[in-house]
């Protein structure tokens, strides 16, 4: 899984960790356009072939989005506490942009090697991702270019309505991205 690629210290090119980050976009596209919102990206939920082909797993907590029943219980929130979106600590109703958000995360992840929000305690978790910016990555790694930062600001956007729309047009503005490196 991409959780031990990152854990092993093998360092991927950086067109190649953007590469990941589209399939999962492709994927989740795939899984949105039939009313599947995955609840859960992180890099343990997702597998990379011996011939680099993305998979992503445990669709264990996902939902439609026109089910009406909920499996958890109320005012219960499922997933892993770093990848969550604001949406998902509230309680809100969710769409594909809350995967959108998480990830979000995942790819800020592989791009720095540390996650946008940190925090000791699950409180002061939460707190960092309701309230605050992520610190820029360009200030560490400039090569990454203003482009790419402005597709992970917008990612990470803690209102929804300012994240992209669909991981279709995300996978289009990471393959740009991906054409300038």
Not at 33 to 56: A, F, Y
Not at 90 to 107: M, P, Q
């Amino acid at each position: 899984d991409l959780e031990a690629l990152l854990r092993s210290g093998e360092s991927l090119p950086l067109v190649e960790r953007l590469d990941v980050v589209a399939q999962v976009c492709r994927g989740l596209a795939y899984a949105h356009e039939r009313g599947i919102v995955h609840r859960d990206i992180k890099p343990s939920n997702l597998l990379i072939t011996r011939g680099g082909q993305l998979k992503i797993a445990d669709f264990g907590i996902a939902k439609m989005t026109d089910q009406t029943s909920e499996l958890t219980m109320t005012g219960s929130v499922v997933g892993s506490p770093h990848y969550l979106s604001p949406e998902q600590i509230r309680g809100d109703e969710l769409d594909g942009r809350s995967d959108i958000f998480s990830l979000g995360v995942l790819l800020y992840e592989v791009l720095s090697r540390r996650r946008p929000f940190q925090g000791e305690t699950l409180t002061t978790l939460v707190y960092q991702i309701l309230h605050r910016d992520p610190p820029s990555i360009v200030v560490d790694r400039p090569e990454l270019g203003t482009r790419l930062e402005g597709v992970l600001q917008r990612m990470l956007q803690k209102d929804r309505d300012e994240r992209y729309k669909t991981a279709g047009e995300l996978a289009r503005d990471l393959a740009i991205c991906e054409q300038e490196i």
